[in-house]
């Protein structure tokens, strides 16, 4: 297991990409891009990488992990591929 520093916004990247799910509960992971207001699920947060990487570093960009778990069906939606990352489908 790693350990991730969740105050760390390169670290909450690292989870997003490697950690495909949220325990317990096993709810799907994706990013809350706050300077954009959109969000990502895990899947286009790893072809994005590179590019979100040099983001957060350089530019500060700020994100937030988001879960699935206490939403309805439609209200956390990728902005790439629009799968819904909500628990309830």
């Known amino acids: 297991m790693r350990n991730y520093d969740?105050?760390?916004h390169l670290d909450r990247l690292r989870y997003?990409?490697?950690e495909m799910f949220v325990?317990?509960?096993g709810y799907e992971l994706g990013i809350f891009i706050e300077s954009f207001?959109?969000?990502l699920c895990q899947e286009c947060?790893?072809?994005?990488?590179?590019?979100?990487?040099r983001e957060v570093k350089c530019w500060g960009m700020s994100i937030e992990c988001v879960?699935?778990?206490d939403f309805d069906p439609g209200d956390i939606i990728c902005?790439?591929?629009?799968?819904?990352?909500?628990?309830?489908e």
Do not use: F
């Open 6 to 8: 969740m105050t760390n």
């Open 16 to 18: 997003v990409a490697r």
């Open 23 to 25: 325990w317990p509960g």
């Open 37 to 39: 207001g959109d969000i």
């Open 45 to 53: 947060v790893r072809k994005e990488y590179k590019h979100l990487y």
């Open 67 to 69: 879960a699935g778990c």
């Open 79 to 88: 902005c790439e591929c629009q799968k819904d990352l909500s628990a309830y």
